[in-house]
């Protein structure tokens, strides 16, 4: 650097992150920087538009927006903006406009890299300022953005109004009026304590009780609403309304274990702005025909973008996503039952795999069964079942998810069973295990009943979360199985390519990145007999008990989660971009930050899948059958 | 923004003169700067490639005074690239006062150990050719360097410059306030570089030196443009 360029230099170094830096480094920066001059009003980076600079002010005022248009932060001389697209993938993640004349020193991304690469407090200036103003900045007044992140303990504006079930209809629509309710809560105070019963809301009372002319000395109990859909209060006011749309009700109570916190309405939730995914969803439910639902179908991708433009976590994308693709089967059984007349015997629809996981991305295949009713006689109902069956996964491919490879769908005879084959299957996969049949089972320990009698998939459930925790053989060789398949990581932290379809030298972030993590918590979760599939919900269930040090499923979950964002994002800019998304990365395509933390989180696979042969004895081929 | 302002002087054909100069200049580096040729008069101001220039001399004669060094940076109206800044010191011909050793924060020892401007013609001459000079006060770089030229090669060297100086002295017609207004406490409006930035918003250099003066200068354009032209304006509005 000339001497000259001192000024220029020591502006700078009065500035975090540069306060610290090393000469050289400074120098470097210098010698970069290209100089432009803004007058106030200018919009100096535009939302999505390529930028390859970060942007230092040396004199003058900024203000960053966030996509919406809303204001973000506002900053002056000496501060750096742009840094979050760097970041990534080189395109502007917040608009920024000038707001007094200014004068910006622009620092390349290659020096920006650099640094980025050689200062440690510059590296984790960036992140961490990206880390907490994201976070700042998702918990702001930003509507949609609350309905993601908030939990529905938040809605809850009182304490629950309940009755017992004992009383009279005037006693209950007397105690909703003197307490200014919409829905009264029934109890069954038969037991130690009292459980929530049933449900009555204002609708019912028009409906049920004046419309049929009912005496007020009606017992509640016979006009109620049993059966009840709840929510937890762990969850998140966007689940609330997922909940809410699936089921069509209007209230939901919220529960913690058998206790009712609160009873969230409808109206609570249409106070925040609307989310499109829940629009897609409560859409899904009006259209009448497959055509309708092809031409929906189209707005699911459109959604998964939004949704990681808004900051979502894996998790709540992967559920939204997942909620999406049960809606579209849900929908489909209701098409198929009015064509088909009623079912001969009840049955359960299940989803397996990602969708019962509510991992669901973009790019997916149908992975589902049939569970009847044991009265089912092949010879007499199968006909009625085959079709349904076909009439759900034909219109499923329709609207983008693809039939399964494996054949593991509800029109496979194997798969369309009545709940006491389902049972020995289970108990055969656990009691008896071989490897080759597990692997491609696998699926099938990831399970969630979606239409019908749900309570069969519950019992399933339930058979396995007893049978599995103590076979030592089945847990060893599920713990195998998922020894199969190994982050790409290689001996000098340098990453493992492979070559995909269009000779490109990529890695797989999902056969190789987010499958190795689901499939070595699944077993865990088995082992310690967790009902939950989630991957997330696993690990929580699975940190409840000592069999991981806290550490390490803290560790985990971050991996799981970074590695699912990154897949996430990388598919979402596939949609942008008019490609097909698909789950293959080349490693240039990432940043550095990205390349980095993705390096970390596959080592920390790596040690979870060495923790996992050593806990479940899954080492070598010594104990093969 | 349509301009009302016109500084350039169109008489003059700078095109053709870089024609001319091209077939009559003996020095190679003077006839390669001629040759590489001079933006067309309608050029948009944004598409011309610029160079700041700046010299810090022992006075303010051309006659009677030497340049005791050279800053230089190029650019354009999309940036300016500190990474292409030049700057050198060069040994004057005259005795360096010592009043003007201050000014320009150059020890002796500094100079005496500079080339002659002869010897650093050549990156001079990479850096002016194919750009035009913008400078602050049109009445130091270009009499300098011809006076210095006609001394080492004997040769001159005709070019057009942008002043900054002039742009700010033409917004500013009537910046002496009359007595009147003196007594109503209107003050003077200064088209000195320093005070000239202030208006824009630039920020003040604790140093002076002929580069940070340079890379004041083309940040003082790009700022006057903005302002009060356009990136679309020709660059014959701007010269002179």
């Given at each position: 650097?000339?001497?000259?360029?001192?000024?220029?230099?020591?502006?700078?170094?009065?500035?975090?992150?540069?306060?610290?830096?090393?000469?050289?480094?400074?120098?470097?920066?210098?010698?970069?920087?290209?100089?432009v001059y803004y007058r106030a009003g200018t919009q100096v980076?535009?939302?999505?538009?390529?930028?390859?600079?970060?942007?230092?002010i040396?004199s003058g005022a900024v203000e960053?927006?966030?996509?919406?248009?809303?204001?973000?932060?506002r900053?002056g001389?000496?501060?750096?903006?742009?840094?979050?697209?760097?970041?990534?993938?080189?395109?502007?993640?917040?608009?920024a406009k000038a707001i007094e004349d200014c004068l910006i020193?622009?620092?390349?991304?290659?020096?920006?890299?650099?640094?980025?690469?050689?200062?440690?407090?510059?590296?984790?200036?960036?992140?961490?300022?990206?880390?907490?103003?994201?976070?700042?900045?998702?918990?702001?007044?930003?509507?949609?953005?609350?309905?993601?992140?908030?939990?529905?303990?938040?809605?809850?504006?009182?304490?629950?109004?309940?009755?017992?079930?004992?009383?009279?209809?005037?006693?209950?629509?007397?105690?909703?009026?003197?307490?200014?309710?919409?829905?009264?809560?029934?109890?069954?105070?038969?037991?130690?304590?009292?459980?929530?019963?049933?449900?009555?809301?204002?609708?019912?009372?028009?409906?049920?009780?004046?419309?049929?002319?009912?005496?007020?000395?009606?017992?509640?109990?016979?006009?109620?609403?049993?059966?009840?859909?709840?929510?937890?209060?762990?969850?998140?006011?966007?689940?609330?309304?997922?909940?809410?749309?699936?089921?069509?009700?209007?209230?939901?109570?919220?529960?913690?274990?058998?206790?009712?916190?609160?009873?969230?309405?409808?109206?609570?939730?249409?106070?925040?702005?609307?989310?499109?995914?829940?629009?897609?969803?409560?859409?899904?439910?009006?259209?009448?025909?497959?055509?309708?639902?092809?031409?929906?179908?189209?707005?699911?991708?459109?959604?998964?973008?939004?949704?990681?433009?808004?900051?979502?976590?894996?998790?709540?994308?992967?559920?939204?996503?997942?909620?999406?693709?049960?809606?579209?089967?849900?929908?489909?059984?209701?098409?198929?039952?009015?064509?088909?007349?009623?079912?001969?015997?009840?049955?359960?629809?299940?989803?397996?795999?990602?969708?019962?996981?509510?991992?669901?991305?973009?790019?997916?295949?149908?992975?589902?069964?049939?569970?009847?009713?044991?009265?089912?006689?092949?010879?007499?109902?199968?006909?009625?079942?085959?079709?349904?069956?076909?009439?759900?996964?034909?219109?499923?491919?329709?609207?983008?998810?693809?039939?399964?490879?494996?054949?593991?769908?509800?029109?496979?005879?194997?798969?369309?069973?009545?709940?006491?084959?389902?049972?020995?299957?289970?108990?055969?996969?656990?009691?008896?295990?071989?490897?080759?049949?597990?692997?491609?089972?696998?699926?099938?320990?990831?399970?969630?009943?979606?239409?019908?009698?749900?309570?069969?998939?519950?019992?399933?459930?339930?058979?396995?979360?007893?049978?599995?925790?103590?076979?030592?053989?089945?847990?060893?060789?599920?713990?195998?199985?998922?020894?199969?398949?190994?982050?790409?990581?290689?001996?000098?932290?340098?990453?493992?390519?492979?070559?995909?379809?269009?000779?490109?030298?990529?890695?797989?972030?999902?056969?190789?990145?987010?499958?190795?993590?689901?499939?070595?918590?699944?077993?865990?979760?088995?082992?310690?007999?967790?009902?939950?599939?989630?991957?997330?919900?696993?690990?929580?269930?699975?940190?409840?008990?000592?069999?991981?040090?806290?550490?390490?499923?803290?560790?985990?979950?971050?991996?799981?989660?970074?590695?699912?964002?990154?897949?996430?994002?990388?598919?979402?800019?596939?949609?942008?971009?008019?490609?097909?998304?698909?789950?293959?990365?080349?490693?240039?395509?990432?940043?550095?930050?990205?390349?980095?933390?993705?390096?970390?989180?596959?080592?920390?696979?790596?040690?979870?899948?060495?923790?996992?042969?050593?806990?479940?004895?899954?080492?070598?081929?010594?104990?093969?059958? | 923004m349509?301009?009302?302002?016109?500084?350039?002087?169109?008489?003059?054909?700078?095109?053709?003169?870089?024609?001319?100069?091209?077939?009559?200049?003996?020095?190679?580096?003077?006839?390669?700067?001629?040759?590489?040729?001079?933006?067309?008069?309608?050029?948009?101001?944004?598409?011309?490639?610029?160079?700041?220039?700046?010299?810090?001399?022992?006075?303010?004669?051309?006659?009677?005074?030497?340049?005791?060094?050279?800053?230089?940076?190029?650019?354009?109206?999309?940036?300016?690239?500190?990474?292409?800044?030049?700057?050198?010191?060069?040994?004057?011909?005259?005795?360096?006062?010592?009043?003007?050793?201050?000014?320009?924060?150059?020890?002796?020892?500094?100079?005496?150990?500079?080339?002659?401007?002869?010897?650093?013609?050549?990156?001079?001459?990479?850096?002016?050719?194919?750009?035009?000079?913008?400078?602050?006060?049109?009445?130091?770089?270009?009499?300098?360097?011809?006076?210095?030229?006609?001394?080492?090669?004997?040769?001159?060297?005709?070019?057009?410059?942008?002043?900054?100086?002039?742009?700010?002295?033409?917004?500013?017609?009537?910046?002496?306030?009359?007595?009147?207004?003196?007594?109503?406490?209107?003050?003077?409006?200064?088209?000195?570089?320093?005070?000239?930035?202030?208006r824009y918003g630039l920020?003040?250099?604790?140093?002076?030196?002929?580069?940070?003066?340079?890379?004041?200068?083309?940040?003082?354009?790009q700022a006057?443009?903005l302002h009060h032209?356009?990136?679309?304006?020709?660059?014959?509005?701007?010269?002179?």
């Open positions: 650097m000339q001497a000259e360029l001192l000024d220029i230099r020591n502006h700078i170094v009065q500035h975090a992150p540069f306060d610290e830096m090393p000469e050289e480094l400074l120098d470097r920066i210098v010698t970069g920087i290209e100089v980076l535009e939302l999505g538009q390529q930028n390859h600079w970060l942007h230092y040396r960053i927006f966030r996509r919406s248009g809303e204001l973000y932060n900053i001389e000496g501060e750096i903006f742009g840094q979050f697209g760097l970041l990534r993938n080189q395109k502007v993640r917040f608009p020193y622009k620092i390349p991304y290659e020096t920006f890299q650099l640094l980025w690469e050689n200062d440690e407090n510059f590296a984790d200036f960036v992140e961490i300022e990206d880390h907490s103003r994201l976070r700042t900045a998702v918990s702001r007044k930003h509507k949609s953005n609350e309905l993601m992140s908030a939990k529905v303990t938040r809605l809850i504006a009182r304490a629950p109004v309940s009755a017992p079930t004992t009383v009279r209809l005037q006693e209950a629509a007397r105690i909703m009026t003197d307490n200014g309710v919409s829905a009264l809560l029934l109890m069954d105070e038969t037991g130690d304590s009292p459980r929530l019963k049933g449900i009555i809301t204002d609708r019912d009372l028009r409906t049920r009780a004046v419309t049929n002319a009912l005496p007020s000395e009606t017992p509640i109990s016979e006009i109620m609403s049993e059966g009840l859909i709840t929510i937890s209060a762990r969850s998140y006011i966007f689940e609330a309304m997922l909940t809410m749309l699936h089921n069509n009700v209007h209230h939901l109570p919220v529960m913690e274990g058998h206790e009712v916190r609160g009873v969230i309405a409808l109206s609570d939730i249409v106070k925040y702005e609307s989310q499109s995914s829940l629009y897609l969803v409560s859409n899904i439910f009006h259209q009448n025909d497959i055509k309708g639902l092809r031409k929906i179908s189209r707005e699911v991708r459109d959604s998964f973008v939004r949704m990681v433009n808004e900051d979502a976590n894996s998790h709540m994308i992967g559920s939204a996503i997942a909620g999406i693709g049960r809606s579209f089967s849900q929908r489909l059984l209701e098409l198929g039952e009015e064509k088909l007349g009623p079912p001969p015997v009840p049955y359960c629809f299940m989803a397996l795999g990602s969708m019962a996981r509510d991992e669901q991305l973009v790019v997916t295949d149908q992975d589902n069964a049939l569970v009847l009713d044991d009265s089912f006689i092949p010879e007499e109902h199968d006909e009625y079942f085959l079709a349904l069956a076909k009439f759900v996964s034909d219109g499923l491919a329709e609207c983008g998810y693809t039939y399964c490879t494996g054949d593991i769908m509800a029109t496979n005879p194997k798969w369309r069973q009545p709940l006491c084959v389902w049972k020995n299957y289970f108990t055969d996969w656990i009691e008896n295990p071989k490897a080759e049949a597990l692997l491609n089972s696998n699926i099938f320990f990831d399970l969630d009943g979606i239409h019908g009698e749900t309570d069969f998939a519950e019992q399933l459930k339930t058979l396995i979360v007893d049978k599995a925790s103590s076979s030592q053989r089945f847990l060893t060789f599920l713990a195998r199985n998922a020894l199969n398949r190994t982050p790409p990581l290689g001996f000098f932290r340098t990453f493992v390519l492979e070559e995909d379809g269009k000779h490109q030298k990529t890695f797989n972030l999902k056969r190789r990145g987010t499958a190795p993590v689901s499939d070595l918590i699944r077993v865990h979760a088995l082992a310690c007999g967790s009902r939950s599939q989630n991957s997330f919900e696993r690990l929580r269930d699975i940190g409840k008990t000592k069999l991981m040090l806290d550490d390490d499923t803290g560790n985990l979950r971050d991996a799981l989660e970074f590695i699912s964002i990154v897949r996430i994002r990388h598919q979402a800019l596939a949609i942008e971009e008019g490609r097909e998304p698909d789950n293959n990365v080349r490693p240039e395509d990432l940043s550095p930050f990205e390349r980095s933390h993705l390096k970390d989180a596959f080592q920390i696979v790596s040690n979870a899948q060495k923790f996992l042969r050593f806990r479940y004895n899954a080492g070598g081929a010594t104990r093969n059958v | 349509s301009s009302i302002l016109r500084v350039g002087k169109r008489k003059q054909n700078w095109p053709e003169t870089y024609q001319k100069g091209a077939e009559q200049a003996e020095d190679q580096r003077i006839r390669a700067f001629y040759e590489a040729g001079c933006p067309a008069p309608e050029t948009p101001i944004g598409d011309v490639p610029l160079l700041a220039l700046d010299f810090e001399t022992t006075g303010l004669e051309a006659a009677q005074h030497s340049i005791v060094s050279i800053g230089l940076v190029p650019f354009t109206l999309s940036g300016i690239q500190l990474g292409q800044c030049w700057h050198q010191v060069v040994r004057p011909r005259l005795p360096l006062h010592k009043t003007s050793i201050t000014i320009h924060g150059i020890t002796h020892s500094e100079i005496e150990n500079a080339p002659d401007l002869e010897e650093v013609l050549g990156p001079l001459f990479e850096h002016l050719t194919g750009r035009i000079p913008v400078v602050h006060y049109r009445n130091i770089e270009r009499p300098f360097l011809n006076v210095a030229l006609q001394n080492r090669v004997s040769e001159r060297l005709s070019f057009p410059v942008i002043d900054t100086m002039e742009i700010e002295a033409q917004l500013h017609p009537k910046r002496n306030p009359s007595r009147w207004q003196q007594l109503l406490g209107k003050k003077p409006v200064s088209i000195r570089l320093a005070d000239s930035r202030l920020p003040h250099y604790a140093s002076h030196n002929a580069l940070i003066d340079a890379i004041a200068t083309a940040e003082l354009l006057q443009i032209f356009s990136p679309d304006t020709p660059v014959s509005d701007l010269w002179v």
